[in-house]
């Protein structure tokens, strides 16, 4: 697929959308995106509106756009646009549904082995606070999280079921149709952390089975940095009581709270308007590209790059999971991984590292430490992956 005269055309078309892609192998999608130039023309044109007639005015004049942003995020992840609340960040999203849940001492969480550290810092944090018992679902050989493993573990204090879809290295895509099938005959809350597979891997809330789902705007979306949003059933909402309320998601009615109906009630009044408006135009452009091309690309392009990288000696491909994603992991022997990130950097391309601390629970059965992390988009090439893997062998001489 990757090689093919259409797929090449249609490479061609989106880096011309980004004009950075002629300068430097950009191999940290999954840190931040290069936005398409759509989407930064569009955040340009309300600044210089808010400079022109006022904030409030230019937001006024926009209403009608930002609504639409809403209906865009609720048709890229099968939701109604009811159920979509717009946010900062994946984290910020994440910690609006965690937060929001009543517990109780004695209720537990399940989660799996490579669940990012900022989830795993709140549920320490509500074990220590609020007694609730955190347990860590094992592995199958591939890496995936063990389905009959969860259906044992599942019981009746099983109050969340978190999974992240992609996590944030080794290249794993978790199975989360088939984690929700397992959690939709318990009455736990079903959370997918999908913060590296939104822009990458096609989404859908009810074929997912998930109470609610989480993201950001900067990785595979391409939207500006300080974007996220979260998707809630709006079967569930009245299960969760965000902790943070200002008067845009509640009011008070003759001293009563009243919450909003809608998954805007995780929202606050301030927030960047232009952000928004870059957010929306980058998921309207991902639709444009299509989904399923975009995920089936990456995906072969990011294969394509780990065989390359085996054939490179010194280098060691550390990815896992039966169903991969286009984050690729790897360490070169005699070289630390901070090293040669900075190695690579000054040779034109992009990568990052990922280390224990991001994911410390897989990091450390695996007994890993620090990763060079490289991963690919859609506006990629087969060519950028063969000079990629020439800078490394020449950084690793």
């Known amino acids: ?87 900062d960040s994946a984290t910020r999203s994440w910690l ?99 913060c590296q597979s939104a822009g990458q891997i096609p989404l859908d809330l009810a074929a997912i089975g998930a109470d609610a789902l989480t993201a950001t705007g900067r990785k595979y979306l391409r939207a500006p940095r300080g974007t996220g949003f979260l998707a809630v059933r709006r079967g569930v909402l009245d299960r969760l009581t965000p902790a943070h309320l200002d008067l845009h998601s509640a009011w008070l009615d003759d001293d009563r ?11 606050l009044f301030e927030r960047g308007v232009a952000a928004v408006l870059g957010l929306g135009q980058a998921v309207r452009y991902y639709r444009d590209v299509g989904p399923n091309w975009a995920h089936d690309y990456l995906t072969a392009l990011a294969e394509h790059l780990r065989r390359t990288l085996d054939d490179i000696p010194g280098v060691t ?30 040779r034109g391309c992009n990568v990052s590292v990922s280390a224990a601390a991001s994911t410390p629970w897989d990091m450390e059965q695996r007994r890993l430490d620090a990763l060079v992390r490289a991963s690919v988009h859609y506006y990629n090439t087969p060519d950028e992956v063969a000079r990629f893997g020439a800078e490394v062998a020449a950084a690793l001489r």
């Open 1 to 87: 697929m990757i090689h093919d005269t259409d797929t090449r055309e249609k490479v061609g078309v989106l880096r011309a959308d980004t004009p950075a892609s002629s300068d430097l192998v950009h191999f940290n999608n999954a840190g931040a995106a290069l936005p398409p130039e759509p989407v930064v023309e569009r955040m340009v044109r309300h600044l210089r509106r808010e400079a022109a007639i006022g904030g409030y005015e230019a937001a006024d004049e926009a209403h009608d756009e930002i609504e639409a942003c809403y209906a865009a995020i609720a048709e890229l992840v099968g939701a109604g646009a009811d159920e979509i609340a717009l946010t």
């Open 96 to 194: 609006s549904v965690f937060t929001a849940l009543p517990w109780r001492e004695g209720d537990r969480i399940l989660t799996a082995a490579p669940e990012y550290s900022s989830n795993i810092i709140a549920m320490r944090s509500a074990a220590r606070e609020r007694g609730v018992t955190v347990d860590v679902v094992p592995s199958t050989p591939d890496g995936d999280i063990d389905l009959d493993a969860l259906t044992t573990m599942l019981d009746d204090r099983v109050r969340l079921v978190a999974v992240t879809h992609a996590p944030t290295n080794g290249g794993l895509v978790q199975p989360v149709e088939k984690i929700g099938a397992v959690v939709a005959d318990s009455p736990a809350l079903y959370l997918v952390d999908a």
């Open 257 to 267: 709270l009243r919450l909003r109906g809608d998954a805007r009630r995780f929202e």
């Open 317 to 346: 491909v550390t990815d896992i999971g039966a169903r991969r994603s286009g984050i690729v992991t790897f360490q070169a022997g005699g070289v630390a991984a901070g090293e040669l990130a900075a190695r690579l950097k000054a």
